[in-house]
């Protein structure tokens, strides 16, 4: 069954040396989540803190909030792993799909 998912993460590590906070979290995204997922990455420094929120909306064949947290711990990179400080899913099963089917 196709289900609707938001995955809300939340990055905080010290600051670096790097000109933007998490340059590499666009990446990260692009790999764990399907290239048809809309994702926004909200970055800033704070107190000698790097800060990243990024949400990430799509489509996924995920019909529990477990199978996202089981598909984020089998795929997230070990380092963007140890940085997250949050997280907030809400995967909703969508029955009678009509035409938003994954192909």
Known sequence: MLSEYRVDLCFIRR??????????????????????SSCFIDRKREEGLDI????VNGLSTWSTEQEVILHLEACMEPESFECLSGYRILVTPKEGAGCCQLK
């Open 15 to 36: 600051q670096t040396a790097e000109a933007s906070p998490f340059p590499e979290i666009e990446t990260q995204m692009r790999r764990l989540f399907s290239s048809r």
């Open 52 to 55: 990243a929120v990024a949400q």
